[in-house]
């Protein structure tokens, strides 16, 4: 996916992942995977202006923070030639940062408090990542069904649920829903979303408002849907016909917005 990210930003903006001043930004980091291949595809003579300063990432479970770091700082290792810690990680829940007070953040030091300040002002060209797919869970290993996000469970009721014509909204609270209307909101006017999600808003009744408002949010979309729900296609039995080794089908999105809403274009 980090490839098409390159191609679509040349395409629609004239620019690469390895220009000035286009910052990154995975809020799931996991282990790390699509940092590495991010830096992987930066220019060499970009790497340490990006490394350093444009390159950003949150992971919320200690284990897979130190994991990706490490990640992250061999492929920069094998690049260069010399280790460098990477200070663009930060050990965060994202949609506790659209909260005002951060309260469950416990976890909290002085220099990852920086980090996340940093991050917070720094102008997102490109959300990337893969978000967690089901209601209330941080990751796919998470017991906690129920966490509730006061800023962006009002941000998805106020565009998505508002506008959906569905009597059951309750798949609007899964987290993946969350990750799309946040990233959409955080690159602001112009940037590019992608991300490796749940498959169910490409056609499901419950999402109708959200297609909706991906309509008026991008100026471009791009689904790939790679099927594989075992739930809605009887010919698939288990897990073995799916990307991920799960039940739930996925789909591959990019949206890309251009300094101003499709229905913004279409009035000029």
Not at 22 to 41: C, Q, S
Not at 193 to 199: D, E, H, Q, R, S
Not at 211 to 223: G, M, P, Q, S, T
Not at 234 to 246: A, C, D, E, Q
Request: hydrophobic letters at 35%; proline letters at 3%; glycine letters at 6%.
């Amino acid at each position: 996916m980090v490839k098409s990210v390159e191609d679509i930003l040349k395409k629609e903006f004239g620019k690469s992942l390895s220009d000035e001043n286009v910052h990154i930004l995975d809020p799931f980091v996991g282990t790390g995977n699509f940092m590495v291949h991010i830096i992987d595809e930066i220019k060499k003579t970009s790497l340490e202006r990006k490394y350093a300063n444009e390159l950003h990432c949150n992971e919320v479970m200690l284990l897979p923070y130190y994991i990706a770091s490490m990640n992250i700082e061999h492929e920069y290792f094998e690049k260069v030639g010399r280790y460098e810690p990477f200070e663009g990680i930060c050990l965060v829940d994202t949609f506790d940062m659209a909260e005002q007070a951060q309260t469950s953040l416990g976890f909290m030091t002085e220099e990852n408090t920086a980090r996340i300040e940093r991050q917070k002002k720094s102008p997102i060209t490109v959300v990337i990542g893969n978000p967690p797919y089901n209601v209330g869970q941080l990751n796919e290993n998470d017991n906690n069904k129920n966490r509730k996000y006061k800023v962006m469970d009002k941000r998805v009721a106020e565009t998505y649920a508002k506008d959906s014509k569905a009597t059951n909204k309750n798949a609007l609270s899964d987290p993946y829903v969350k990750a799309i209307r946040w990233a959409t909101d955080r690159i602001k006017d112009e940037g590019i979303v992608a991300l490796v999600t749940n498959g169910s808003f490409i056609d499901s009744i419950a999402f109708d408002g959200m297609r909706a408002n991906l309509e008026k949010d991008f100026d471009a979309i791009y689904v790939l849907d790679l099927g594989s729900d075992v739930r809605r296609n009887p010919k698939l039995s288990g897990t073995t016909h799916n990307v991920f080794g799960i039940q739930v089908g996925v789909s591959v999105n990019i949206f890309v917005k251009k300094g101003g809403t499709v229905a913004e274009a279409r009035t000029k």
